[in-house]
């Protein structure tokens, strides 16, 4: 089966960095993406990687290895806005999305 | 100038009762999408339609069933309504499907049901 792994629940502090991870067995890849949700809110694009390698933007990075079927998110000079959950999802080789559980972020002062 | 909008909102009703969500994008899209979002916030997908046809039916109660007018239309009717039907219903679109498509979703903002 297919099969998208990351932490339930992380903290953090104010200003600090925060990397989440996630781990993905899927029947092929084509891509990989991390949302952002907040509580009561729509899912919103952060990030996508297809190739190895390390995507910046802003104080958001993300990590691919497609070898180790692995990614993470890293979030760096942390705001307390920055409190979520953050959704991992993988495309397959049927170029349909596969999702995550997320992670929820609390972020403390 | 909303890009996905979803009506209502908030849908309170009885078990046994029919019910309709609609959602509508203007960013041209082609392709729509409609997910469920449980109280441990897994989203799973129900249905996906590219240009008007279903491309993704996932293994969910024939009593759902989605209807596509047009290219920047998504409708989700549901019969029967029962209690574990309580969730978010989020609809999202993208540009293209398969190789040629971005995959990028946006999403509506939720449709929060609750069955009595």
């Known amino acids: 089966g297919q099969n998208i792994d990351q932490p339930t629940e992380m903290t953090a502090t104010e200003g600090a960095i925060v990397q989440i991870n996630c781990t993905y067995q899927t029947s092929g890849f084509n891509g990989l993406f991390w949302y952002q949700q907040h509580a009561g809110e729509a899912p919103t694009f952060l990030s996508y990687n297809v190739l190895d390698g390390l995507e910046e933007k802003g104080r958001f990075s993300s990590f691919l290895s497609r070898s180790k079927g692995y990614s993470y998110l890293l979030l760096k000079e942390l705001q307390m806005k920055d409190s979520a959950s953050y959704l991992c999802a993988v495309r397959d080789s049927n170029y349909q999305l596969i999702w995550g559980a997320g992670t929820k972020l609390i972020i403390k002062p | 100038d909303t890009a996905v909008s979803q009506t209502p909102k908030y849908l309170v009703t009885q078990m046994g009762n029919d019910k309709s969500i609609k959602c509508e994008q203007n960013?041209?899209?082609?392709?729509m999408y409609w997910y469920k979002q449980d109280s441990k916030k897994f989203l799973k997908i129900m249905f996906s339609?590219?240009?008007?046809?279903l491309i993704i039916n996932e293994t969910v109660p024939n009593r759902f069933s989605p209807k596509s007018p047009d290219k920047a239309h998504l409708n989700l009717h549901i019969n029967s309504l029962e209690l574990g039907d309580s969730a978010v219903y989020f609809c999202?679109?993208?540009?293209?499907w398969g190789e040629g498509g971005t995959e990028t979703q946006y999403f509506g903002p939720g449709t929060r049901l609750l069955v009595l």
């Open positions: 999202a679109s993208s540009q293209g």
């Open positions: 960013l041209g899209h082609d392709t």
């Open positions: 339609y590219n240009n008007k046809e």
